[in-house]
């Protein structure tokens, strides 16, 4: 795998993170989702709901058969 820089960058911000949380990941979800409800922000949960399995914008096509006569 390349050594990309940004990648690197990324990969240890998340170490640290996770570190600052004694190296639980559930402590440290249970930490962001708590933060992300008491943010006042609107948060949309589709945890049980069934997700329709159509496009999210059909598009009608008409097709027109003709015969032969």
Do not use: C
């Not at 990941?25 to 008491?38: F, P, S, V």
Request: no cysteine.
């Amino acid at each position: 795998m390349n050594d990309d820089p940004i990648v690197a960058e990324v990969r240890k911000a998340r170490r640290e993170i996770l570190n600052s949380y004694g190296g639980d990941y559930h402590a440290m979800m249970r930490d962001m989702m708590k933060k992300q409800w008491n943010s006042g922000h609107k948060v949309i949960s589709i945890q049980g709901k069934e997700l329709p399995n159509k496009p999210f914008q059909p598009t009608a096509i008409l097709l027109t058969i003709q015969g032969d006569g």
